[in-house]
């Protein structure tokens, strides 16, 4: 029979949740509100500014912080500088764990998303899979 036995402590895995932390160096840890009201008056995203999705995590930093920490990251790790912060649909900082198949994605998206709870106290998060079939082995797992 063949036994298959998990390992949590891959460098690889323990990196890729590592680099996403240190995006957010600097951040003070919040009592974060988890709520999606209706009351448009109640609502702010991440810069205060009124949204009508609810409360996000509330961010201290400032592109110019969040970019110093991203550059640092990728310096660390030799990889190409990024140019810009935010998302240009969406005018919104964007961070993507990109992984091979197999390699234990799922895993790191829910290692990561407990990291950022526990140092940061972020409680909202959004994980993007390319496909239904993919989400829905995402959805089992979490």
């Known amino acids: 029979m063949l ?10 895995q ?14 003070q840890q919040k009592q974060s509100l988890f709520t999606a009201r209706k009351h448009k ?6 810069y205060g500014h009124m949204t009508e999705l609810g409360y996000g995590n509330k961010l201290d ?7 110093q920490n991203v550059i640092a990251i990728q310096d660390k790790h030799r990889l190409p500088r ?5 998302d240009e649909l969406y005018d919104v ?3 993507a764990i990109e992984m ?15 990291a950022l709870r526990e140092k940061y106290g972020f409680a909202k998060f959004i994980i993007v ?12 797992s979490l």
């Open 3 to 12: 036994k298959l036995k998990f390992d949590s402590k891959q460098e690889y």
């Open 14 to 27: 323990i990196d890729a949740v590592d680099a996403i932390v240190d995006i957010f160096k600097g951040q």
């Open 41 to 46: 008056a109640d609502q702010v995203d991440v």
């Open 61 to 67: 930093l400032s592109d110019a912080e969040l970019m």
């Open 82 to 86: 990024s140019k810009k912060l935010k």
């Open 93 to 95: 900082p964007n961070f």
């Open 100 to 114: 091979e198949t197999g390699t234990g994605k799922t895993y790191v998206y829910t290692r990561t998303i407990l």
């Open 129 to 140: 899979v390319p496909s239904v079939a993919i989400r829905e082995g995402v959805k089992k």
